[in-house]
């Protein structure tokens, strides 16, 4: 069983919605810090949002105001709740987690998450 697993990915328009959602396996993964990360083709990956423990959030500047990040600890889940979508957001979506209750809330990086699902991709068009 996979320790996280991304799902609600898809093609849609520009201006459209989706909800992504990362199932972790136990609250071992699913306890500490979350985030969501995504790469678009040639691109480096990069940090689009973080939620702590407490549900303290952090945002990439490009998705501030669109996108939103929450938990559903009882449910080990996370989301992404995106609105707006523009053609630069299309990508492979990650979930990452990592254990304790430390968490870099002011600066998403690859190097501090443990965890990660085999992503699920989102594509948009104009």
């Known amino acids: 069983q996979a320790q996280l697993a991304e799902s609600g990915g898809g093609s849609v328009q520009a201006g459209d919605s989706l909800r992504l959602s990362c199932v972790a396996a136990?609250?071992?993964?699913?306890?500490?810090?979350m985030g969501w990360f995504r790469q678009a083709p040639g691109e480096e990956r990069e940090g689009v949002a973080g939620?702590?423990?407490?549900?303290?959030?952090v945002y990439a500047d490009s998705v501030q105001g669109r996108f939103t990040i929450s938990r559903d600890n009882a449910k080990t889940t996370l989301y992404l709740e995106m609105n707006s979508l523009k053609p630069e957001d299309t990508a492979m979506y990650y979930c990452?987690?990592?254990?304790?209750?430390?968490?870099?809330?002011?600066?998403?990086?690859?190097?501090?998450?443990?965890?990660w699902g085999q992503g699920t991709q989102v594509t948009v068009s104009s």
């Open positions: 136990t609250t071992a993964y699913s306890s500490g810090c």
């Open positions: 939620v702590d423990g407490d549900g303290a959030t």
């Open positions: 990452a987690s990592r254990p304790g209750r430390w968490c870099n809330l002011r600066r998403l990086r690859e190097t501090d998450y443990a965890f």
